[in-house]
């Protein structure tokens, strides 16, 4: 019932600001600069973060995209957009407060920023768009589900929620780009999204690079925007430009070409993806050509195979190493001290992260990285509600996963000081500052710390620091 009354509500939100913009009072900000914080009318204390464009003019309607950074951190979310934003002349906005978290919180935060931004800016009701990284990407696509009035997505690195109100469906009208990096722990689940969205005949796109599970390089963000480009003349939102329909034809087919020299299968994609966005091409005929001939080829069998292998063998061990988190994170120890961890996560070095095959030692990293993600995530839940012993336990492994990251001690000492253990605190501290730690000011102002000045050994630890 929440969720219907959400939906309603977002929907209620956005027809009427956008259907009476002439009433609305524009208000004047810098153009070509991000401004980090602009208060939210209405709000206690709520900011985002705003790009205009060099050419934004607040007397003719705008597009514009809400971006949703999974930190919280606006302008961090938007550095990315900037350079497509200028070539595609659209507004950029991103919370300061939405963030990995309740979903009923960011939807608060959302509808009071969409009543700020549709009654000060002159913004076009049918170019609407939402992008998110991780678990923004999530939430920018909720948001589009439960409003029905977001024209598309651009979800990097992450799908959407399991929960089947907040999935696509087949009334869905909204365009939908995913862009992963093949070393992103969610590079498997952007695949399973692609059949999901093909399944109800939702127009879609996955575009994959060599990266990490970040926000996309500017490049990356550039294809999804030159898609809906291609996306907004076909659905007669914006007009025509052929200049531009050749130049991104060129650009593709270049990437392909390129691909096809070493990754025949993301050269396979990009070439299918020409062939269905530029039909009118006059070359395109080039272009089934190239398909037809690496679809025969045995480097493309062979990859396919090795891929197919690959993702089977991911999921399994992935379900392995999961089972067994899930297991211990809920009664928040590991009766073992951690030897089973220990043994499994040196095999995961050094049979996959370490390996000579370039698809095993992706597949290592994702599931590396997936390990982490889901440990940190599910620590910030327990610390949240104060199951402070489980919390140590997902931290003591994040330690344990990436033993030379300074920060996975520097989390480990919070915890403990959120337990009141002024020994593991301190212990785990000098851990971090051993291990290049050098932000001391955090730890010299951290307010979880200060309660154990006057501790002996606490200070004497304080002092080397200066």
């Not at 939102?237 to 991104?248: C, E, Q, V, Y």
């Not at 050269?267 to 299918?272: N, Q, R, V």
């Not at 690496?294 to 062979?302: F, G, I, P, T, V």
Request: glycine share 4%.
């Amino acid at each position: 019932m929440y969720f219907e009354n959400l939906m309603k509500a977002f929907s209620l939100i956005i027809f009427l600001l956008v259907c009476n913009f002439s009433f609305a009072q524009t208000e004047t900000y810098e153009k070509g600069n991000i401004i980090d914080h602009i208060p939210v009318k209405g709000s206690a204390g709520e900011t985002f973060a705003l790009y205009l464009p060099e050419t934004y003019n607040p007397n003719t309607l705008s597009a514009i995209v809400f971006i949703f950074d999974p930190s919280g951190r606006g302008a961090n979310g938007i550095k990315s957009f900037i350079k497509s934003a200028e070539r595609f002349n659209y507004v950029l906005v991103c919370s300061n407060n939405t963030k990995n978290g309740p979903y009923q919180e960011n939807f608060d935060y959302t509808n009071r920023m969409f009543t700020h931004v549709f009654s000060n800016f002159n913004i076009d009701e049918k170019q609407i768009y939402a992008a998110g990284f991780s678990g923004g990407s999530r939430l920018a696509c909720t948001v589009a589900v439960l409003t029905g009035a977001i024209q598309g997505v651009i979800a990097c690195g992450a799908g959407f929620p399991n929960e089947m109100d907040k999935k696509p469906s087949p009334v869905s009208q909204f365009s939908y780009v995913g862009l992963v990096g093949d070393e992103d722990m969610n590079y498997q689940e952007m695949f399973n999204v692609k059949d999901w969205l093909n399944k109800f005949k939702i127009d879609n796109e996955l575009f994959t690079y060599e990266d990490t599970h970040r926000w996309p390089p500017e490049v990356q963000i550039e294809r999804a925007f030159k898609w809906f480009e291609l996306q907004a003349y076909k659905r007669k939102l914006r007009k025509t430009n052929a200049i531009h329909m050749n130049s991104f034809y060129e650009e593709d087919l270049e990437i392909a070409d390129s691909l096809s020299k070493n990754q025949v299968f993301r050269a396979m994609m990009e070439y299918k993806r020409l062939k269905r966005n530029y039909t009118a091409n006059k070359n395109i005929g080039l272009v089934s050509e190239k398909i037809k001939a690496l679809k025969k080829s045995k480097r493309y069998k062979d990859e396919l195979k090795i891929r197919e292998k690959i993702a089977g063998e991911e999921y399994k061990l992935s379900e392995k190493l999961l089972s067994k988190f899930r297991q211990e994170s809920s009664y928040g120890e590991s009766r073992d001290n951690y030897a089973w961890w220990r043994r499994e996560l040196k095999k995961l070095d050094e049979n996959y992260v370490k390996s000579d095959d370039y698809f095993t030692r992706k597949m290592g990293k994702r599931l590396h990285y997936r390990l982490q993600a889901v440990a940190f995530e599910t620590s910030m839940i327990h610390r949240n509600t104060r199951r402070l012993d489980k919390a140590v336990y997902c931290d003591k492994l994040l330690v344990l996963i990436s033993p030379d990251q300074p920060w996975t001690y520097y989390r480990l000492a919070e915890t403990h000081a959120m337990n009141n253990d002024a020994k593991n605190t301190r212990i785990n501290l000098q851990f971090a500052v051993d291990k290049g730690f050098k932000q001391y000011n955090r730890i010299t102002s951290n307010p979880l710390f200060s309660k154990f000045k006057g501790d002996k050994k606490f200070d004497i630890f304080l002092s080397t620091l200066n």
